[in-house]
């Protein structure tokens, strides 16, 4: 009598277990948009802003993505001497920009990120984004 209790209390906790895993896993690979956004810095210099989910994981899925592109003189921008004026493009907006026809989330290898950090909420990228959205509520 002892040992199949003990046997259905082991299942039981065993499914338990199993289950939590399994929420805990799928939970973090959902995208997520809300919360605090991330700068992720690439290995290649080159750096994205979005609300990133699955840190844990091999990869980091990015969604609500934002980069930075400075101008060349092929795009018609001419910057006053020693100073840069830098874009921040959104990603997946089509046009002549989007050559690949790209969605608005990445997933990005694990190895290719040199550092994450957690961006607050009056940096001047999410102003910039805030400002960029008002006037796309406004079109």
Sequence with gaps: MN??????VL????FVLLLGYGFTSWKSHQPKTSGSRVAIYLADGQ???GYASSLNNNTVMLTDVY???VPTASTGAT???GLQKVDLIKLGLGGDDDLVGSKDKM????DAIKY?????????VNQKIADYLKKQAGN
């Design 3 to 8: 040992n199949n209790l003990f046997r259905t």
């Design 11 to 14: 299942t039981a906790l065993i």
């Design 47 to 49: 750096t994205y802003f």
């Design 67 to 69: 980069f930075l592109r």
């Design 79 to 81: 910057p006053a001497a």
């Design 107 to 110: 997933e990005i290898n694990r």
């Design 116 to 124: 994450v950090q957690e961006m607050k909420d009056d940096s001047q």
